[in-house]
């Protein structure tokens, strides 16, 4: 089972940025869909945004227009870059298979956005 983890969560003010990685067991290149998803405390897991191999990319509506999806099959590792962060995107977000979350969930990484 592929294996994700995750890094480059932090503490920032709303209206900043951060970018996420989220580097995989498996080789990208034998993974089509893949996509980030986030828990907020309290909430169930949802989904945030999604790539495809072709580079097709698909957003939650709440972060449409903000958060840009990429991935490098090179290096095994899918990005996505956030900007104007708000309090309500403070949460832990995971990466895994899209549109079906088939990897094993990982520790994930904390993003705290303060008002």
Not at 10 to 15: I, K, N, T
Not at 16 to 36: D, K, P, Q, T, Y
Not at 83 to 102: F, G, I, M, Q, R
Request: glycine letters at 12%; proline letters at 3%.
């Amino acid at each position: 089972q592929v294996q994700f983890v995750e890094s480059g969560g932090g503490l920032v003010q709303a209206g900043g940025s951060l970018r996420l990685s989220c580097v995989s067991s498996r080789s990208m290149f034998n993974i089509n869909g893949i996509g980030w998803y986030r828990q907020a405390p309290g909430k169930q897991r949802e989904f945030v945004a999604a790539i495809t191999g072709a580079g097709r990319t698909n957003y939650a509506d709440t972060v449409k227009g903000r958060f840009t999806i990429s991935r490098d099959n090179a290096k095994n590792t899918v990005y996505v870059q956030m900007n104007s962060l708000k309090p309500e995107d403070t949460a832990v977000y995971y990466c895994n298979t899209w549109p079906y979350p088939a990897g094993s969930w990982g520790l994930g990484t904390q993003v705290t956005v303060s008002s």
